[in-house]
């Protein structure tokens, strides 16, 4: 049984963003060919280096205005990719590359307040995802972050 969805952000989110070039806070929209990894929030896959076109924008993965509610730099591709639709695991291009993609889970409870937070490291980030929502009820849904850069990856629901 699946315990958990993956939440990417969607080509019908970016396909506005894209075309007034100013992110949801105002600031312009910077393309650039990719210098790292990233992985690009829509797609889920890593950018090819020196190969794909990427656009860094800020955004806010929260619906609510309070202390938790953190801003920050995402990237997704310039041109239009498929949303990620393997909503039952974890994007495995990202699960594989611990050396690039190193992860952190985040948890919030129905407030939007942080309750949770783990290194993934060298777990199995699918069974620790299945553990947290078995063992702590608290947490409405998590999200997946760069352990080093701190920025957001994804969404991660009940399922």
Same mark, same amino acid.
């Given at each position: 049984m699946d315990k958990f969805r993956i939440v990417p952000l969607t080509k019908e989110w970016a396909q506005p963003l894209r075309l007034r070039m100013k992110d949801n806070f105002g600031h312009n929209i910077t393309r650039a060919l990719a210098t790292g990894r990233g992985p690009c929030r829509i797609? =889920?896959? @890593?950018?090819? #280096?020196?190969?794909?076109?990427? #656009? =860094? #924008?800020? &955004?806010? @993965?929260?619906?609510?205005?309070? %202390?938790?509610?953190? @801003?920050? @730099?995402?990237?997704? &591709? %310039?041109?239009?990719?498929?949303?990620y639709t393997d909503i039952h695991r974890f994007p495995p291009e990202i699960k594989a590359d611990r050396i690039h993609f190193q992860l952190t889970l985040i948890g919030y409870n129905t407030k939007q307040e942080m309750v949770f937070s783990k290194l993934v490291g060298e777990k199995d980030i699918d069974e620790l995802i299945q553990q947290v929502f078995d063992t702590r009820a608290e947490i409405e849904y998590l999200h997946a972050r760069s352990a080093e850069a701190c920025c957001y990856i994804c969404k991660i629901v009940r399922a």
């Open positions: 797609s =889920l896959k @890593p950018f090819r #280096l020196g190969i794909d076109q990427r #656009l =860094l #924008l800020s &955004h806010s @993965p929260f619906e609510i205005e309070n %202390a938790f509610n953190q @801003p920050g @730099p995402i990237f997704i &591709h %310039a041109e239009e990719v498929e949303t």
